[in-house]
């Protein structure tokens, strides 16, 4: 396992852009699969998307397309949420997720490290 802090939540009007970063340390960065999923109040945590280990192209859920654009910084050991044209239905708490292995998936339940959480509010 790897541990994960994510930091860039916070506060913004609908139609803002929000960077979320999440830090990864403990093992070998760049063989992990990377993910970020969102938990709304009261709701189970959903995938958002995620990128491979070996960089190739993210992929997203549909309702954040052409909205969020994940990537990863193997040096730094970073991987990163950029979210832009967020609505108030973007407000959620934001995870980061490894996952070291050969099957790839949007599955909670397969990513074994996760950070903390960090919120995003978006106000209308």
């Known amino acids: 396992q790897v541990q994960l802090v994510e930091s860039g939540g916070g506060l913004v009007q609908a139609g803002a852009s929000l960077r979320l970063s999440c830090a990864v340390s403990?093992?070998?960065?760049?063989?992990?699969?990377l993910a970020w999923f969102r938990q709304f109040l009261g709701k189970e945590r959903e995938f958002v998307g995620g990128?491979?280990?070996?960089?190739?192209?993210?992929n997203y859920v549909d309702s954040v397309k052409g909205r969020f654009t994940i990537s990863r910084d193997n040096a730094r050991e970073m991987v990163y949420l950029q979210m832009s044209s967020l609505k108030p239905d973007d407000a959620a708490v934001y995870y980061c997720?490894?996952?070291?292995?050969?099957?790839?998936?949007?599955?909670?339940?397969?990513?074994?490290?996760w950070g903390q959480g960090t919120q995003v509010t978006v106000s209308s």
């Open positions: 997720a490894a996952r070291y292995g050969p099957i790839y998936g949007e599955q909670d339940r397969i990513y074994d490290s």
């Open positions: 403990g093992h070998t960065f760049r063989l992990y699969d």
């Open positions: 990128i491979r280990w070996h960089e190739a192209n993210p």
